[in-house]
């Protein structure tokens, strides 16, 4: 059975942001952390997805990274967009894997799937489907999306953009895009600009512009100052409502309606109330409006459930050990996100905590330099 002093559990930028921290500012050796996730190497899933899109820049800017170094980008590359100068998607995936690289954590990759885990004399054991590990310190870095969500009104027919089944490239002939967020605008653009795609944008809200998914103030004293006073209902609320879920940056919509301007999209706001698919294949949505579209796809981007990540496991752990919740199943944390001895968590698991920016790479960074600190203590 394999020890290590710290076993990370989830393998996307969480976890491999607290894994770079705590080798470059813990100073804890390679061979102490582990990794376990059930995919074949780290940010799988944040990889599939943003290509999947082709998302050709990030979100968020230049000094958010897996690296505790804010000018690690700048100083690897040059490929920015606009005065945040956000990143390409590919400058960044590859200096995140140069990071994992130079920090030796190639060989603390455990690729299963966690299905229990315990206390131990020494700190924890975890139990995957083919593997237990030993460890001294726990950090639970599961994906915050990892549950996508279709609307009722659209099953069984429509397809969610993350199902990793789905394949843009292969959308022909008319398609229907359900949502307003980035993830829609940008699968829209993807095939818009494709020869035998014929596709509409089908928003229920007017589309919102953002340049990031949480206000930049959340990552400063005086918002968390804020935030920190506040008992965790009216926290679970501010998070609902300073999330910029479903909007998008503004190059992004000016694409949008410059492609609408061209012929190539239709943008329309209205919701699907029902869907229908016909003897010929065709989907037909009926909308609010009373009208109906009709499509050979449909392709829901529409965000992910708001369970607990991990739930299928953690919800035992949390019952076998009275772990503190607050109402809305989230865990109660120290400030240094642990949330009982020698068990730490980050991304959507600590967002009661490290407040609306928690489930992005900015978070992840914030989230990891609280670890560490403990971690040196």
């Known amino acids: 059975m394999k020890h290590v002093s710290w076993l990370i559990v989830g393998g996307g930028i969480q976890g491999m942001t607290a894994a770079v921290h ?28 943003t290509e999947k899109i082709r998302m050709p820049y990030l979100r968020s800017s230049f000094v958010h990274h897996l690296s505790p170094d804010p000018l690690e980008l700048e ?25 994992l690289h130079e920090a030796g954590l190639q060989n603390s990759w455990i690729q299963d799937t966690v299905v229990k885990a315990e206390k131990s004399k020494d700190g924890w054991k975890v139990y995957g489907n083919n593997t237990i590990v030993s460890t001294t310190n726990l950090l639970l870095a599961p994906g915050g999306g990892s549950k996508p969500i279709i609307p009722e009104a659209l099953q069984p027919h429509a397809v969610h953009v993350y199902d990793p089944a789905f394949d843009p490239a292969a959308v022909t002939g008319r398609a229907i895009v359900v949502g307003g967020g980035i993830s829609a605008a940008h699968t829209a653009v993807f095939l818009a600009e494709q020869a035998d795609a014929e596709p509409v944008l089908l928003h229920r809200r007017p589309l919102q512009v953002s340049q990031f998914d949480s206000d930049p103030g959340w990552l400063g004293p ?19 409502q300073e999330r910029r879920t479903g909007s998008m940056t503004r190059e992004l919509l000016f ?18 109330v029902s869907s229908t698919r016909h003897e010929d294949g065709m989907i037909e949505l009926a909308l609010s409006s009373g ?18 990540p991990g739930s299928s496991w953690l919800k035992p752990l949390i019952e076998a050990y009275s772990l503190p919740c607050a109402d809305c199943g989230y865990p109660k944390l120290s400030p240094s996100l642990m949330w009982t001895d ?36």
């Open 291 to 308: 009208c109906s579209l009709q499509a050979e796809t449909v392709t829901a981007c529409t965000g992910f459930s708001r369970e607990l």
């Open 222 to 240: 005086k918002r968390m100052q804020a935030f920190s006073r506040m008992d965790d209902r009216s926290r679970r609320t501010c998070l609902h």
């Open 75 to 99: 100083k690897r590359g040059d490929s920015f967009l606009g005065r945040y100068k956000r990143p390409s998607r590919s400058m960044f995936y590859n200096t995140s894997m140069d990071l």
């Open 255 to 272: 694409k949008l309606r410059r492609m609408e301007r061209a012929g190539r999209l239709t943008i329309l706001q209205d919701e699907a």
């Open 22 to 49: 705590l080798r470059r500012k813990a100073g804890i050796p390679a061979d102490k952390i582990a990794v376990i996730d059930p995919h074949a190497e780290p940010l799988a899933v944040w990889k599939e997805r």
């Open 342 to 377: 020698r068990l730490y968590v980050t991304g959507a698991l600590a967002e009661l905590e490290i407040g609306p920016s928690a489930r992005n790479i900015a978070g992840a960074q914030r989230a990891a330099r609280r670890i560490v600190e403990s971690a040196s203590m």
